[in-house]
Each structure stands twice: as C-alpha cells, then as structure tokens.
C-alpha cells in the first residue's frame, strides 16, 4: 500500500544557522534512508509557503487567484515522500525517522492507486457502480 508522507514545519521560526544546516541536512539524507529501506516510491520538497498561489473556481466560471498557501498555519506544508508500506504501522514508523517530525509534523495517508498497481484502491464515480473493488482493506 502507498502512503504520502505529508511533511509541515514552521518556515517562519527563528533557528540558528547551524540547526538550519541540520536541519537541510537530515532533508537530504531522508529520501536516501528511504530508499535504502525500500520504501521510497517518490517526494518533493517544496519552495517556501510564500511562493505559494490558491486558486478557487466556482460553478459559472469564476476563478479567484490568491497569494499565499491555502491556509494560514503555523506550519506549512514542505514535502511530500510517498512510500511503499506493507500497513499503516509500518508508514508510522517510518515518518518517526524524518528529522523533520521532530520539530514540525508528519501526516501519514493512505494514497489512491492508479488501476492496474497493487493494492489499487479505486474512488468511485458518483451515480455509477462499483465494478471492481480493492483486495487490500484500509481501517476507516
């Protein structure tokens, strides 16, 4: 089963520059360790929540282009490593080892499969049947 690991800190505090340097350095060794487990299946750093734009549309055509991430947290959102899991535990104890959980916060969710992967778990299209269901379960 796939997991993205969805990795938020406050860009904002104030840290030294040698817990900065600590800090970019257990980023960069993370997908590394990841890799080295098996487990990495991708990820992404991204730029600062400042470089951000929100863009909302509504029925009729409306489009409303915002600077700025789509919430104004504490944290921000800062990478996304998705990993191959055999459960939930296992994704759980691999985000305890991303540096960045120890002064920020990992979410661990479950990721959609593309039909045809192992373990797909296929949303449905509102108004049609189900023709085909996953093997694996997922706890609601």
Same mark, same amino acid.
């Given at each position: ?16 520059? #040698? ?19 098996? *487990? ?6 991204? $730029? ?9 549309? @509504? ?5 409303? +282009? ?23 535990? *296992?994704?759980?104890?691999? /985000? ?5 959980? @120890?002064?920020?916060?990992?979410? +661990?969710?479950? +990721?959609?499969?593309?039909?045809? $992967?192992?373990? /797909? ?6 108004? $049609?049947?189900?023709?085909?269901? #996953? ?6």
């Amino acid at each position: 089963m796939r997991y993205a690991l969805l990795v938020s800190y406050d860009e904002n505090a104030e840290i030294s520059a #040698a817990e900065r340097s600590r800090r970019a350095a257990g980023f960069a060794s993370a997908s590394a360790r990841l890799r080295a487990d098996r *487990a990495y299946a991708g990820g992404l750093r991204l $730029q600062p929540a400042s470089t951000a734009v929100t863009v909302r549309c @509504w029925d009729g055509g409306d489009v409303m +282009v915002s600077p700025g991430p789509v919430t104004a947290a504490g944290e921000q959102l800062a990478a996304c490593f998705v990993v191959d899991c055999p459960d939930a535990d *296992a994704a759980i104890e691999i /985000a305890t080892r991303i540096p960045a959980a @120890w002064y920020g916060s990992v979410e +661990v969710r479950p +990721v959609f499969a593309e039909p045809g $992967q192992p373990d /797909a778990a296929i949303l449905p299209v509102p108004g $049609q049947a189900v023709v085909a269901a #996953a093997t694996s379960s997922v706890a609601s």
